[in-house]
């Protein structure tokens, strides 16, 4: 079945610069790539995706970069505020073994924004 | 009010006892589910609910099982809980079918320590 992997740990950069979290995926044929925020203490919720059929996507401060020939995509964090600092999931479904409602996750990256 | 509620929050339990989670949703979606999260293994999901009486075996099912009697309603079961099940739980939502835009509405989470 799908395998997704989270490159990333940990991440610390300094308030103001740029966050890149990777991941990278097995399943040729999925198509859909959710990304997830969970603050310290708090649930998951969803911040931004992106399907199979672009290769960008941006949402204000936040940019999904697709590479579906490397099976990888990477979440962009712009001009990093403090509150941005959580653990950010990538997940894909929707591959050949699963169904598009089958979320499989990675470990999660622990992104920590110094002032 | 878009809202997954979850119960209990935390709950202490010794080896062998049974254990009840439950999930309630109030956005009349169809598919609901439940993952565990786990330092370094993100989230893995145990099951997943279609609609009324239509589960499905997430990835990990081994020591669980579930009830939908309701559509706004999913518990997540342990009959005689272990060690190894110690965890946090996540139930989560989503709509389906073509209303189906990927994304999940997670719940709070339930801290199940087994002693």
């Known amino acids: 079945g799908e395998k997704v992997e989270q490159h990333e740990s940990t991440l610390s950069v300094r308030e103001g610069d740029s966050a890149v979290i990777n991941c990278t995926y097995t399943?040729?044929?999925?198509?859909?790539f959710p990304w997830y925020k969970q603050e310290a203490g708090k649930s998951l919720h969803f911040v931004i995706d992106?399907?199979?059929?672009?290769d960008r996507k941006q949402s204000q401060r936040l940019i999904v970069l697709l590479d579906k020939k490397a099976k990888r995509f990477s979440l962009h964090i712009t001009a990093t505020q403090p509150e941005d600092s959580a653990i950010y999931f990538c997940?894909?479904?929707?591959?050949?073994?699963?169904?598009?409602?089958?979320?499989?996750f990675g470990q999660g990256t622990s992104l920590s924004v110094v002032p | 009010d878009m809202k997954v509620t979850q119960m209990p929050r935390y709950l202490i339990k010794r080896m062998g006892e049974n254990v009840l989670l439950e999930c309630g949703q109030d956005?009349?979606?169809?598919?609901m589910y439940w993952y565990r999260q786990d330092p370094g293994l993100g989230l893995q999901l145990i099951y997943i609910?279609?609609?009324?009486?239509?589960?499905s075996e997430g990835d990990i099912p081994k020591g669980y099982r579930v009830s939908r009697k309701k559509r706004e309603h999913f518990s997540l079961i342990l009959d005689s809980a272990k060690t190894n099940q110690t965890s946090v739980y996540f139930c989560?939502?989503?709509?389906?079918?073509?209303?189906?835009?990927?994304?999940?509405?997670f719940g709070e989470g339930s801290k199940l320590t087994v002693l």
């Open positions: 399943d040729t044929a999925s198509s859909y």
């Open positions: 992106i399907r199979s059929n672009v």
């Open positions: 997940a894909a479904s929707g591959g050949a073994s699963s169904s598009f409602s089958k979320l499989v």
């Open positions: 989560a939502s989503s709509l389906s079918g073509t209303a189906n835009t990927g994304q999940l509405y």
């Open positions: 609910s279609y609609d009324v009486d239509s589960n």
């Open positions: 956005m009349s979606h169809e598919t």
